[in-house]
């Protein structure tokens, strides 16, 4: 009789109780270090590095783009700012007209498959959650670029704590001409979110 020694094999499972169905799910992150070096303006650009997301834009910097996950549709997907649902309720075509700059944002996570049951009916393919930076600091920064067909974009943000409250506002204009007939644009951002942090409760609005 034989004996095999196996190696070390670690198992992690998830601290709230699912059934089987809900238990395995494709989950993607992209994280601040990731958006920092990545080559890209918008977050629609962005959503571009994740594997199984399809993003479809008519105009330049995410005018009325379309974004699906695994060969679904684009009312077949989630999207949500800090897990609230942000989804446009007349068209898809408007929902990634995102009210966060791509410097606001800490992570992306993309649910791939069904997520109907965490996310609501709308998530049939999947879901994709912004999540956007905690002030650790006071600190304020600020970008601006430009280049032909008269395009501009510049945006600042601030991030101010205090004791128990923090404070992000940030904002971003962009504008172009267009490069050929009816491919100009005009878009303003505007974002705020304040957090109280009790020893017995946190409070964000």
Do not use: C
């Not at 974004?67 to 549709?73: A, S, W």
């Amino acid at each position: 009789m034989k004996e095999y020694e196996l190696e070390e094999v670690e198992i992690t499972g998830s601290r709230a109780p699912l059934t089987l169905n809900e238990a395995a799910r494709m989950v993607t992150v992209l994280s601040r270090q990731e958006i920092e070096t990545a080559p890209v303006q918008s977050v629609n650009d962005l959503l571009k590095y994740a594997v199984g997301v399809d993003v479809r834009q008519r105009r330049d910097m995410g005018i009325q783009t379309d974004i699906t996950i695994r060969g679904g549709t684009f009312e077949q997907i989630t999207i949500l700012l800090n897990g609230i649902n942000i989804n446009n309720p007349q068209t898809g075509h408007h929902t990634t007209d995102f009210p966060v700059d791509i410097h606001d944002i800490e992570r992306i996570e993309i649910l791939e498959g069904p997520a109907s049951r965490v996310y609501g009916t709308s998530a049939f393919t999947g879901a994709i959650n912004i999540i956007t930076r905690t002030v650790q600091e006071n600190n304020l920064s600020l970008h601006i670029s430009g280049g032909q067909h008269g395009f501009f974009t510049g945006g600042t943000s601030l991030g101010y704590r205090k004791k128990s409250v923090t404070t992000w506002v940030s904002g971003r204009y962009s504008r172009s001409d267009g490069y050929i007939r009816s491919s100009d644009f005009e878009t303003q951002q505007g974002y705020y979110r304040g957090t109280y942090t009790h020893p017995d409760v946190d409070i964000s609005w």
